[in-house]
């Protein structure tokens, strides 16, 4: 057999185990998971398994952070909506409407509650994968907000703050409540975009180029 034949079946079957571990672990929890189960819907052998993962712990460390590959497009879409654009309220509702409509997936959502769930567990896993992955966004965000305010389309004094912030007012409702209440909670897409729309327009209140600023010194200064 030639090894290209050979190395593009190993790495079908590798594909075949790591889509079947995000099934179980997702199904039955880290605790609740087995290599056999994991195995028997790979449709490969235990032995199998074991050769491209030492044990459990690996593969569930190896499916946890290969989720954080999708940020890098995200960043992209990021990048794109704000730097080349002249029109904050136009790029940041295009990225909020991504952004939420990429976070909402039933599967980004159910591995979010995974890697909560098993934090304590795993502390330098959940770690990693808030770095590698909403970290990572919010230094994006960082960058962009601070090429905007210096093109004098946005007024904010601290860019991480106006990031944090646009997060917080785009995830807070969607993302708590399905995060508590599962599938039951499901969004639309017209929800979702009037959710983005209202975030949006709120962030611009607050940092848009005729944001008001603070004066200088309280009542008692008077």
Request: aromatic letters at 8%.
């Given at each position: 057999?030639?090894p290209?034949?050979?190395?593009g ?6 594909r075949?185990?790591?889509d079947?571990?995000r099934?179980?672990f ?7 998971a ?7 819907l790979?449709a ?6 074991y050769?491209h993962f ?8 190896h ?8 940020i890098e ?7 794109a909506a704000?730097d080349?654009s ?9 990225l909020?409407?991504?952004?939420l409509?990429s976070?909402?997936?039933p599967?980004v959502l159910?591995?979010r509650?995974?890697i ?6 795993f502390?330098?896993?959940g770690?990693?994968w808030?770095e590698q992955g909403?970290e990572?966004?919010l230094e994006?965000?960082?960058?962009c907000?601070?090429?905007l305010?210096e ?6 004094d601290?860019?991480r703050?106006?990031?944090?912030h646009?997060m917080g ?5 969607p993302v ?5 209440c ?5 969004y639309?897409?017209a929800?979702?975009?009037?959710l983005a729309e ?5 962030f ?8 008001s600023?603070p004066?200088?010194?309280g009542?008692?200064d008077a």
């Amino acid at each position: 057999m030639a090894p290209e034949v050979d190395e593009g079946r190993t790495a079908r079957k590798r594909r075949q185990i790591i889509d079947a571990a995000r099934a179980v672990f997702l199904r039955n929890g880290y605790v609740g998971a087995s290599m056999d189960e994991v195995a028997t819907l790979a449709a490969v052998s235990k032995q199998t398994v074991y050769k491209h993962f030492t044990d459990k712990e690996q593969l569930f460390t190896h499916l946890m952070l290969d989720t954080t590959g999708e940020i890098e497009g995200l960043t992209r879409v990021i990048t794109a909506a704000l730097d080349d654009s002249d029109d904050p309220r136009k790029a940041l509702g295009e990225l909020a409407r991504a952004f939420l409509g990429s976070l909402m997936r039933p599967e980004v959502l159910r591995l979010r509650r995974l890697i909560i769930a098993e934090a304590d567990r795993f502390p330098d896993l959940g770690r990693t994968w808030y770095e590698q992955g909403f970290e990572r966004v919010l230094e994006t965000l960082t960058g962009c907000f601070g090429r905007l305010e210096e093109r004098g389309l946005l007024r904010l004094d601290d860019p991480r703050l106006a990031a944090d912030h646009l997060m917080g007012l785009l995830l807070w409702i969607p993302v708590n409540r399905v995060m508590f209440c599962g599938g039951s909670a499901s969004y639309t897409d017209a929800e979702l975009d009037r959710l983005a729309e209202a975030a949006v327009a709120a962030f611009l209140r607050a940092y848009g180029q005729d944001a008001s600023r603070p004066q200088a010194g309280g009542a008692g200064d008077a």
